[in-house]
């Protein structure tokens, strides 16, 4: 996460405002009242052309420090809908977590219950652990240097395990997302890959209409671009916001009144992975008009003509497990 903005710039610049609002008042004063005969009319026009000339860098200054007030604003209210976000996010999981380990400790149940409960706390714990790392990565990401492994990433299997992954988080079937996934290899650390695709498939599960239909399609064009675009059927988001959403902190909306979980860092973590793989992402509405496409363009994609591949250090997606602790 970027260094705290120090408040050194808003208060010299306050300080030299007002200096220089003194000075002209003194200086004015002083060339004025004297002159007043005719006998330096030079003098007068010099004092005018200073007095002027002092008028307008303050008129800057004034402008530059609203511009900074009101960025430091923004920010404040951010880092408010960040801390109100995560203080339900940790509440909600811990409250559950209590409520059935009580219920275990102080009523006989069956061993079909204990096995129900004990699935359900691995997810509120999941949904802590997604949370924490979603904290810790965004802390992390400005300072971090790209040292983590590289190797061949199969992306289509990579999507695939992100999507099964997104519907058992929320009890879904996998029916609703579908995917068209031409087989691709790209050379990256399979950790970013993960935490970006899977960011993109939560939101767009996530922000949906009620019954949620999402559709991922991969590509790996000719000049090396591997290109996924993840479509959803929700309300879509605003043509004028579409680039505010990738900032730190940012939600659409006042923190208390919203239905939907999160932090406002999942796509500032998204966006900057990308930016350190060298791609990019632009976010569109369908040619349907309802519902958001988010576009991630990754360079060094390469198309395979299947599954198999004899590279040494191909990483398998399989190993990685499930939100129900089960391997996929």
């Known amino acids: 996460m970027p260094e705290r903005k120090s408040l050194k710039l808003p208060i010299v610049l306050a300080v030299v405002m007002i200096a220089m609002l003194i000075a002209l008042i003194v200086g004015w ?18 004092a005018m052309a200073i007095g002027t000339t002092f008028l307008a860098v303050l008129l800057v200054g004034v402008i530059l420090y609203l511009a900074l007030s009101i960025k430091a604003i923004n920010l404040t209210s951010r880092q408010q809908n960040f801390i109100d976000s995560v203080t339900h996010e940790l509440k909600s999981p811990i409250a559950s977590l209590k409520l059935y380990l009580q219920t275990m400790d102080r009523r006989q149940v069956t061993p079909q ?15 802590l652990d997604l949370l924490i790392n979603h904290v810790l990565e965004a802390a992390r990401l400005e300072r971090r240097a790209d040292d983590k492994e590289r190797c061949q990433v199969a992306v289509d299997q990579l999507l695939e395990l992100c999507a ?25 650390a399979p950790v970013d890959l993960d935490m970006i695709f899977r960011n993109l498939l939560d939101n767009a599960v996530k922000y ?39 900032g730190r902190f940012v939600r659409l909306g006042k923190e208390l009144e919203r239905e939907k979980p999160g932090t406002g860092l999942g796509l500032y973590i998204v966006r900057t992975l ?53 391997k996929l």
Not at 30 to 44: E, I, K, Y
Not at 115 to 127: A, N, S
Not at 164 to 188: E, K
Request: net charge negative.
């Open 29 to 46: 004063v002083f060339f004025t009242v004297p002159g007043s005969d005719d006998d330096q009319p030079g003098l007068s026009w010099a």
């Open 113 to 127: 219950q204990q096995h129900d409960f004990c699935r359900f706390m691995l997810e509120d714990v999941e949904r």
């Open 164 to 188: 099964r992954n997104v519907c058992l988080r929320y009890r879904l079937s996998t029916d609703i997302i579908q995917l068209d996934l031409d087989p691709c290899l790209l050379d990256a």
């Open 208 to 246: 949906s209409a009620d019954e949620p239909q999402v559709v991922v399609s991969l590509r790996c064009e000719s000049e090396g671009w591997l290109v996924v675009r993840i479509r959803d059927n929700g309300p879509g988001i605003p043509p004028q916001l579409r680039r505010k959403i990738f």
């Open 274 to 326: 990308i930016k350190r793989l060298g791609g990019k992402i632009r976010v569109d509405s369908p040619d349907s008009g309802t519902g958001t496409v988010f576009e991630v363009q990754l360079p060094g994609g390469r198309a395979t003509g299947g599954r198999q591949g004899d590279e040494e250090d191909r990483y398998e997606p399989e190993v990685l497990a499930s939100s129900t602790g089960e």
